[in-house]
């Protein structure tokens, strides 16, 4: 029988939660219901917000003792994670259902996030129709605005819950069938990231790569783009990825609005999945509107995308560290990785006559990557080109593919 899990403070929202308990069992699903109030001991729960805080790693009287709100809130975060990945790993669950208030959803999110994407997983949330990005991550989590607050059972909360507990219980049902009878072969699956400056590759990549016989996921390195592929490596969903973008890290050392993290280029190299790596548009950072970039950067060379993107071009100091940074990561790589440097430009509009063409900036990059990766099992291709010129995306393609047949 499909199993939905229900997570959430049963101490304060025991009403609640036992209504979501009875609906569910109702529409011919188990539940498993898993505690995270921060003093709850609920004879409804069949994991106890001891064994949540124990996942957490942490001592439960100790952190009680404490009575810190934020930390217990980051507590319960960090164990709920652990349990749910453990449980749908193990089979054990099908969905995961969580309400709450800012609270709630804060705990709920981690445990969320930490779920791969296709799993099915709903958060019914006070906090649902503002900015949102702190709950959904880069996963697949379906976001149901409240409309009142999760306070008691009424006749719009009756609703809204109603519907949620019926959505997630033909999730549910329909994940645990396609568990019990996977899909038949389906072509393997490969990431690809691309700026609107570095279209022309990502597109001979694309196209050389569908030809080979995989299909091809394209990301939009915007920050969400990078994540949310890094994402499906650490699901195991693809079979290899063509990062040829990798702009986001650029935005992450200067301080520009389109920033991955600093992890951002760590996950396929960890999990030794094969990668061919590009320096797409490493030659700028991204701001919005020409009025929003910051006084510090207004000596700069600025480009005007259109008028919601401004374009910084980097230093040769700033792409010195960015070569600095990307060395580093591909030599912990624990998988095949191929480097590939675009001699004569890194974007559409880093070559010659072009806005951003600064090949002294540029060779920066390119010494700092060298000197890093020498003596690595990195392969480096120098390539006397232009990211979009006709062969370079083919050639990463290529190689790619490569890497892969030869595991």
């Known amino acids: 029988m499909a199993t939905v899990a ?66 217990m809130m980051a507590v319960m975060g960090t164990g709920a994670a652990a349990v749910v990945r453990d449980l749908a790993e193990a089979g054990r669950i099908h969905a995961l259902l969580a309400i709450g208030g800012s609270g709630g959803s804060s705990v709920a999110a981690p445990a969320m996030q930490a779920l791969p994407v296709g799993f099915p997983k709903l958060l019914v ?40 507990c019926a959505a997630i219980a033909g999730m549910a049902v329909a994940y645990e069938k396609r568990l019990a009878s996977p899909a038949g072969e389906h072509k393997p699956l490969i990431g690809v990231t691309m700026f609107g400056v570095t279209t022309p590759a990502a597109n001979e990549a694309r196209e050389t790569l569908t030809g080979l016989g995989y299909e091809v996921l394209v990301f939009h390195a915007t920050g969400t783009g990078g994540r949310a592929m890094e994402k499906l490596v650490e699901s195991g969903l ?60 207004a000596g700069r060379n600025l480009y005007v995308h259109n008028p919601t993107v401004t374009l910084m071009r980097t230093t040769g100091e700033e792409m010195a560290e960015l070569g600095r940074r990307i060395a580093a990561k591909l030599a912990a790589a624990t998988g095949p990785t191929e480097l590939f440097i675009p001699l004569r430009g890194v974007s559409a509009i880093d070559v010659d006559g072009a806005p951003f063409r600064d090949a002294e900036a540029d060779e920066q990059l390119f010494a700092a ?26 050639a990463m393609a290529e190689a790619l593919h490569h890497r892969i047949t030869s595991k």
């Open 238 to 297: 693809l079979a290899g990825v063509c990062d040829l973008t990798t702009t986001e890290l650029a935005d992450d050392l200067v301080g520009g609005v389109l920033s991955a993290g600093p992890d951002r280029l760590e996950i396929a190299g960890a999990t030794g999945l094969p990668q061919v790596v590009g320096l797409g548009a490493l030659d700028m950072v991204n701001f919005g509107p020409m009025d929003t970039v910051p006084a510090q950067f």
């Open 125 to 164: 949330s006070t906090m649902a129709s503002g900015d949102v990005k702190p709950y959904v991550g880069e996963v697949d989590t379906t976001l149901m605005y409240s409309v009142v607050d999760v306070a008691g059972i009424n006749s719009i909360s009756a609703m809204v819950l109603g519907n949620a």
């Open 369 to 394: 990557l060298r000197t890093g990766l020498a003596g690595s099992t990195v392969v480096v291709h120098e390539v006397d080109q232009a990211i979009n010129d006709p062969g370079f995306g083919r």
């Open 6 to 71: 229900l997570l959430g403070t049963l101490d304060t929202k025991g009403e609640e939660y036992a209504w979501l308990l009875d609906l569910l069992h109702g529409l011919g699903v188990a539940t498993l219901a898993i505690d995270t109030g921060s003093f709850s001991t609920s004879e409804r729960a069949d994991i106890s917000s001891d064994q949540v805080i124990a996942a957490a790693g942490v001592d439960a009287a100790a952190v009680r003792a404490r009575r810190d709100r934020g930390e």
